[in-house]
């Protein structure tokens, strides 16, 4: 009888198996994303950051460096608000005046 019951329950268990595993985790860039904060022109790092989660950079400004395999969308204002102020493709490097936040997306806007 014991083994009916594993029976019975095994095909159900292999669906849910199969469901979770189709929706997948949330995804993250690989690389790493290089920034520099003010005062003092420290450059500052953020390793394998997760996909469309938003990023405060604080008083940033000057050199980027985007060693990701995401398109990095680097807004002026907090919290990702106030539109992009500019996007870096997978390796791109460039200067920015000021900036305060980031977002990582596998597509531009």
Do not use: W
Not at 45 to 57: E, G, Q, W
Not at 81 to 89: E, T
């Amino acid at each position: 009888m014991r083994y009916r019951t594993i029976a019975l329950y095994a095909p159900a268990a292999a669906a849910l198996l199969a469901l979770t595993m189709s929706t997948g985790t949330a995804q993250a860039a690989t690389g790493t994303f290089f920034y520099h904060e003010q005062p003092g022109d420290l450059e500052r790092s953020l390793t394998n950051p997760a996909d469309n989660v938003c990023f405060n950079l604080g008083n940033g400004g000057g050199p980027i460096s985007n060693q990701t395999n995401r398109v990095a969308n680097v807004y002026f204002a907090s919290n990702c608000s106030g539109g992009i102020f500019g996007f870096f493709n997978p390796g791109d490097n460039g200067t920015l005046p000021e900036y305060h936040s980031v977002k990582f997306t596998e597509f531009p806007p």
